[in-house]
């Protein structure tokens, strides 16, 4: 493995690198990862249009089966950039609070597209037109996850509000299908706002293994073909608690905690 690049940000320790085989497939594969090691996108250098990572790939078989036609989206968090450099013909609107992370996806991941603006999502989500988007993606983290305030029930109304009466969001979530509180609790939170909701991971041996978990949520039935989700599977989770906004520097739930 090759060290391209080490940047550090205030928000994160970003670092570039070459490998000639990632998760055990072998070729020539450059990738971005945070100080926790988590690969934050990752390209085939052999194939630098292919969408190498299978959570895209599933977000993308999520978006394209149950609206075919959508023309605006609204993304937190760039990575490289993998979802709407693949749709360089659709209104993209990509916020990313880190310009490090921008930077140096194209420097160096091929990233040409003028559509990502710096700076945090939720806050710039927040002054879009009402009922505009037909998908926003949530797929931003920090070396803890998932920042707290893309996970409340009032930011869940929120992008309820911008996107129009048929469009859906899709979460990428870091966790376990069983026993993980915190994915338990963003699951229910959502499911106060969107009628229909649905998780997908990935098969694993065990239940406690941390992984990539899709949420999806929407006001209509969601609809998906097991050939088209690159290996991720729909998945149970348990009920959890409702996340709140913070109150007295605390954030609450409905449960108390």
């Known amino acids: 493995m090759h060290l391209l690049a080490k940047e550090t940000s205030s928000y994160n320790e970003i670092s570039v690198y070459e490998a000639g085989q990632l998760y055990g497939v072998l070729g020539k594969f450059r990738f971005l990862q945070f100080s926790d090691d988590a690969v934050q ?111 409340t029930l009032d930011f869940y109304e929120m992008t309820k509000e911008k996107l129009d009466s048929q469009g859906s969001i899709l979460i990428n979530l870091m966790g376990k299908i069983k026993n993980d509180r915190l994915i338990n609790a963003i699951h229910t939170t959502l499911g106060e706002t969107y009628p229909f909701t649905k998780a997908f991971a990935l098969p694993a041996e065990s239940g406690s293994d941390i992984q990539n978990i899709l949420v999806m949520g929407s006001s209509r039935d969601i609809g998906f073909q097991a050939q088209g989700m690159a290996g991720f599977i729909e998945v149970e989770l348990d009920a959890g608690h409702i996340i709140r906004e913070r109150a007295a520097g605390r954030p609450t739930s409905q449960d108390g905690s």
């Open 41 to 151: 996108g990752a390209m085939d250098l052999n194939q630098p249009q292919r969408i190498v990572l299978e959570y895209p790939r599933a977000m993308i078989h999520l978006m394209e089966q149950n609206d075919s036609r959508f023309e605006n989206v609204f993304v937190i968090g760039h990575g490289i950039g993998a979802i709407a450099g693949h749709y360089p013909d659709k209104l993209f609107t990509v916020a990313e609070i880190d310009a490090k992370v921008v930077e140096l996806s194209r420097t160096y991941f091929n990233y040409r597209l003028d559509n990502v603006v710096t700076g945090d999502g939720r806050q710039l989500l927040t002054n879009e037109q009402t009922g505009r988007y037909d998908y926003i993606i949530v797929d931003a983290f920090t070396e803890k996850g998932t920042p707290f305030h893309l996970t």
